[in-house]
């Protein structure tokens, strides 16, 4: 089954504790992107990457890092999580840059006390 | 930059029809999209258009105006499933921005019998 994966899928953490949110596709695009979702906010990117490799930042990239070592993963890393990044977090991906549909992940929601 | 601006909220009557508004101002124009999102799900992909127009997909269709900055998004014979929040994004433009998506608010639209 085609689908994107996260996990986990709830987490809380406290303020501080680096932590990892994984993101993996099996549909072998090569766009992957991660959003966050704020009430009042709407969905924001923060990070996208077009191929392997190659990163870039969106809207709110600053307190997260991500990385492309291989075209089905796109791990999302919090060095330092502080409360204001609690957020529903989704990953998603397309077959190339975003010309068409993009398949979301199911989310994680993440609370940092 | 680029903001998006959608109505919050609207109301409507299982079996009618109600048309979802997305204006824009942006520095460039590279795409429009329209995503569906059930409450606690992820979002799922509705249109993509590029060009002037309307285009129909079933029940749901969507319009863009790029000269006006404008789309909307048609939903005819409304059913109860159709509750949901209805986002636009629109994807950036230029070197180093067509992996972006800005995402408006999103309208929730609940139907009712």
Redesign the interface.
């Known amino acids: 089954e085609a689908q994107v994966t996260q996990n986990p899928r709830y987490l809380i953490t406290v303020t501080g504790k680096k932590l990892t949110v994984t993101c993996s596709q099996n549909m072998n695009h090569e ?1 992957m ?1 991660w ?1 966050r979702q704020d009430p ?6 923060i990070y ?3 191929n392997v490799e190659v990163t ?1 930042k ?2 709110v990239p600053e307190g997260y890092k991500v990385s492309r070592k291989e075209k089905r993963n796109f791990p999302l890393i919090l060095e330092s999580p502080s409360p204001n990044q609690t957020s529903l977090y ?1 990953c998603a991906s397309s077959l190339f ?11 994680t929601r993440l609370t940092v006390t | 930059g680029q903001n998006i601006d959608q109505p919050t909220e609207m109301t409507a009557t299982e079996g009618a029809i109600v048309q979802i508004n997305c204006t824009y101002q942006t520095s460039g124009f590279n ?1 429009l ?1 329209w995503y569906q999102q059930h409450a606690g ?5 509705l249109s ?1 258009n ?1 060009l002037d127009g309307l285009e129909e997909k079933g029940r749901f269709s969507s319009f863009l105006s790029r000269s006006k900055g404008y789309s909307y998004l048609l939903l005819k014979e409304l059913q109860m499933k159709d509750s949901a929040s209805y ?1 636009c ?1 629109v ?1 950036g433009y230029g070197s ?1 921005n ?9 309208t929730t639209l609940q139907v009712k019998p």
């Open positions: 766009y992107s959003y009042g906010l709407g969905l924001r990117q996208y990457s077009m870039d969106g809207d989704f840059n975003p010309q068409g549909e993009q398949y979301f992940g199911p989310g | 795409g999209f799900e992820a979002p799922t992909f993509y590029v986002l994004a994807r180093g067509t992996g972006k998506l800005i995402f408006g608010q999103g």
